[in-house]
């Protein structure tokens, strides 16, 4: 067998050569410096060390990659490949495509005119320092949003639209012929009619007036039109509701399990109007009880190809506004027909179960049922009565608590986390103004409820998964939630070291690990910072018809149905376990995945709404408190600001970087916090500061800070 020649023999271009060959050989891995010089048995002293300088100048010619761990990758390199914008500042925007395994950055001068959530084409430019792909964007494909909501500024000639959306970064001219009666400072409907160039401002048209800017009317509907929301229901959808009759045939009596007699009662809160559950209950004796969860049988009204059916697809879901409701179905359904108010023979959905004195399930029943409810609790006051252990119900109300508890503590002795992130309310005055920031107390009431909807949505999905269809198992919605990030997790463990508590993760589990963590922080000032910081490490939960469980829940299988009237997984999910107790044949799963990627992607529009929405009355609570002083938690650490959240009201704001004037701070993206670069003061993720309220800006929804002086 031939010896190799020695390294030391070659001359280093040619060295360059066969590293580039290796690479591309082997494209389909990533090597480190080690590996590299173990698979090309370099044996020279002068090759090695000339090795790393020639890989770094690979990389940044854009020859190959490196990823986070320090290890290199021939690059295959398409021409043009096609994404979507995330603009993330002013300065760039990320492209994310399924043909890269990584982002492409872009730099704003370098996206034409495309906007956040646009499809483009992006060509690869090469690679920054520090390893991303660079792009330029060739081809605008196709438009996510020509509409936006802003403030028109008027000048003499000419208006602008300044857009409330936070990553439009770029005003709209408006020509005088098409203000269409809008006046100076009103909020808009603009729509972009023509862009000719990046270095150009986009011209538009009104096409609506929402109101005067900082009112509240006119705010709530510059939130709903920013995020595609309806104002209201079509004529031809209400004419359609309105036909719904409202009388129960006695053939339908008949074609149900009959729940009238049986104690039956509804809690919610103060102001719902929609009652889309009810618990029944019956002591069997012996130590059995029988417990049922009735829903609205929502499809029983909104027949599937029908208009409403079409109208409540659409919009996915109902959307909470601070102020108002945005249904997902018209009142005449929703707060009506559906709705399961007290003294009233209705149509439900029901998941019956016998329990013994552990609350362990020894019989399940699914099917229709018709019942009467008998009272209509408030969460106020069911929680009295469990209290005070008196007043009507207070008896079967407190083995129902009894059992939600046992039901809830085994719950989490299997791995479900606890979390319990802070919520708030506001109390407003008759024109909108928010008087005061109240946040949301869950008590066992609250609690009880929710326990036994989570005891029917598992149970409902465990009863179809082992249902089988031959081999297949049979089609079904369910509520997925995937395992975290590994790499998230321990970011977030050494993290929560910072304050003290060891998680452990690899001793205990995660499950037990951040339930261990969440009892320990609870009412302390890093709690809200952690348990967010927690939840975004998190995956996203999400519809979907392939089953992979639920994380956050320890349930193997977890589905939605509990909620019809304001979810239309809820309504999908009625459809396919009525199919199937009929003895219905599976259902082609293509068609319901496309559903459960919309409906995921319409709950994610209804959550930003109600966050946008929030913020807004927060930022316009603290309009009268520029100039005061308060405790904060630095909730977010960027290139360009500290984000903090001011623990009293729970309002986030932003110190940015240059109002700091005791010296050059310096990003530090690994460890969330900024360091002085003479001083070396640090500012982390978590820490406790004061801050100064120094503007407020109801237009944009910010709220600019500054450090107290009193910050030592």
């Known amino acids: 067998m031939k010896k190799k020649k020695s390294r030391s023999d070659r001359k280093v271009e040619e060295f360059s050569e066969e590293v580039m060959q290796f690479l591309k050989e082997n494209s389909h891995k990533s090597y480190s410096l080690k590996q590299i010089v173990k698979k090309l048995h370099i044996g020279s002293k002068h090759l090695k060390i000339s090795l790393e300088p020639m890989l770094e100048s690979m990389v940044r010619k854009g020859s190959i990659s490196i990823n986070k761990h320090g ?32 982002d492409i950055f872009v ?22 320092k520090d390893g991303r792909i660079t792009g330029e964007v060739v081809e605008i494909v196709e438009r996510f949003r020509t509409e936006f909501v802003g403030r ?28 269409r009666g ?8 603009v729509k972009i009619t023509e862009w000719s160039g990046p270095r150009k401002k986009p011209e538009g048209e009104i096409i609506d007036v929402l109101g005067k800017a900082g009112e509240h009317e006119a705010e709530m509907h510059s939130i709903m039109a920013e995020f595609g929301l309806p104002f209201r229901f079509t004529d031809t959808i209400e004419k359609q509701a309105s ?17 009238r007699d049986v104690l039956t009662f509804t809690i919610d809160p103060e102001d719902a109007k929609d009652f889309d559950d009810a618990i029944s209950y019956r002591n069997l004796g012996n130590g059995s009880h029988e417990v049922g969860v009735h829903i609205a049988d929502v499809t029983h009204y909104v027949r599937d190809g029908t208009l409403l059916d079409e109208e409540a697809y659409k919009r996915g879901t109902s959307v909470y506004l601070v102020d108002r409701t945005v249904p997902m179905l018209p009142e005449k359904l929703s707060n009506d027909l559906c709705s399961l108010k007290p003294n009233e023979d209705k149509l439900t959905f029901s998941a019956v179960f016998e329990l013994d004195s552990e609350a362990r399930a020894t019989r399940e029943w699914f099917g229709k049922t018709i019942i009467h409810s008998d009272r209509r609790f408030t969460y106020e006051e069911a929680q009295e009565r469990l209290d005070s252990r008196a007043g009507d119900y207070w008896e079967e109300l407190t083995i129902l608590n009894e059992l939600a508890l046992k039901l809830r503590i085994e719950r989490f002795r299997k791995g479900s986390i606890n979390f319990e992130t802070t919520e708030i309310k506001f109390k407003l005055d008759e024109k909108g103004k928010p008087l005061e920031v109240i946040p949301k107390i869950r008590k066992d009431s ?36 995937d395992e975290p990030d590994e790499e998230k997790l321990v970011v977030f463990e050494n993290f929560a070291k910072r304050f003290g508590h060891s998680l452990n993760i690899k001793q205990v589990g995660i499950s037990r690990a951040l339930n261990n963590l969440i009892d320990d922080i609870q009412g302390k000032p890093e709690q809200n910072v952690l348990e967010n910081l927690a939840i975004r490490s998190m995956a ?19 589905t939605h149905f509990t909620s019809p009237i304001r979810r239309y997984p809820d309504m999908m999910v009625h459809r396919l376990l009525s199919h199937y107790l009929q003895k219905g044949k599976q259902v082609a799963r293509e068609q319901y995945e496309s559903k459960c990627i919309h409906c995921s992607e319409r709950e994610k529009v209804a959550t930003d709404a109600e966050r946008a929405s929030i913020k807004y009355k ?35 704001g932003m110190i940015r970087l240059s109002s700091l004037e005791d010296d050059f701070y310096v990003y530090d993206e690994r460890n969330y916090r900024i360091i002085g670069r003479r001083n070396k003061k640090i500012f982390s993720l978590g820490d406790k500061i004061r801050v100064l309220i120094t503007r407020v800006d109801i237009d944009r929804r910010t709220i600019d800070l500054e450090l107290s002086e009193n910050n030592e």
């Open 107 to 128: 730099r704003a001068e370098d996206l034409e005119t495309a906007l956040d959530d646009d499809i483009v084409k992006v060509r690869i430019t090469g690679y920054k």
């Open 152 to 179: 028109l500024e008027l000048g003499d000639n000419f208006g602008f639209v300044i857009p409330d959306f936070k990553k439009m970064y770029q005003d709209i001219y408006i020509r005088p012929s098409d203000l």
């Open 243 to 259: 036909k719904i009759g409202s009388v129960i045939t006695g053939e339908e009596e008949n074609n149900r399990k009959d729940f």
């Open 182 to 189: 809008a006046k100076n400072n009103d909020k808009v409907i």
């Open 540 to 558: 996203k939960a999400k519809y979907s018809t392939t089953e992979m469980g639920h994380f956050g829940l320890s349930f193997n299988h977890y």
């Open 71 to 102: 290890e290199y990758k021939a690059v295959k390199r398409a021409a043009v490949i096609t994404g979507k914008v995330d603009f993330v500042n002013p300065r760039y925007a990320f492209v994310t495509s399924e043909e890269s395994e990584e």
């Open 446 to 481: 609250h609690k009880l409820i929710e326990d036994f909807m989570l005891l029917a949505n598992k149970r409902v999905a465990e009863f179809i998964y082992n249902l089988h269809g031959g081999t297949e198992r049979r089609t079904f919605v369910y509520r997925v939630h």
């Open 618 to 652: 927060q930022v316009e609570y603290m309009k009268d408190r520029v100039g005061e002083i308060f405790d904060a938690l630095i909730s977010g650490v960027t290139d360009w600001g500290i984000f903090a959240e001011i623990i009293e009201t729970k309002s986030e």
